[in-house]
């Protein structure tokens, strides 16, 4: 590897202290071209993945080496249960639903009319995301309320209740004492 030359005196080393000639500038030229070369030349091969496998939610990288990266947990979806449970409406026909009917799939079969009392966050600690599927199998209809701190949304010019027998209604918690109903309401037809 050849000197370079230099104008001033720095770190490098000492300089010409004049401006450089065409042949000192052509040196440098040429030796930085060489140096540039020899490195692409010596750029090494890239090793590769040679393989990946998953096991249950634990990924493994493996390169053709033999270096072994991982495990790395995958996200992965929440699981809802799908739990089919059918709804006594009592005495007084109304239902409160617990901490297990959470992500629940319920059944009503009687032939008065049901009202569920959805929580409010003082009442049953639900996460928001959380749902519970109502199927109306009877010929009661199956309503929707709450106490004053709650607030259900449900659709311009509908009830909050069911629309009759075989009629499917989620209740999905999406804030702080606030649900959504999803599903076949009963029309308004005094609106």
Known sequence: MAALNYVSDGPWGTGTGAPLNVGQFDGNTYELAQRIAAIVADIPEPLNISNITLTGTQMRIYLEDGTVFGPFTLPQASFRP?????????????????????????????????????????????????????????????????????????????????????????????????????GRLAEDVTA
């Open 82 to 182: 799908s739990v089919v449970g059918e709804i006594d409406g009592g005495t007084d026909g109304t239902w409160a639903p617990q901490a297990g009917d959470l992500n629940g799939y319920k059944r009503y079969a009687g032939s008065g009319a049901l009202t569920v009392l959805l929580p409010g966050d003082g009442e049953l600690d639900v996460a928001v995301d959380s749902e519970i599927t109502f199927r109306q199998v009877g010929a009661g209809p199956i309503g929707f309320d709450g106490s004053t701190d709650v607030v259900i949304n449900g659709m311009d010019g509908f009830l909050k209740r069911t629309a009759g027998q075989g009629s499917t209604v989620t209740a999905k918690k999406v804030a702080a004492s606030e649900w959504d109903l999803i």
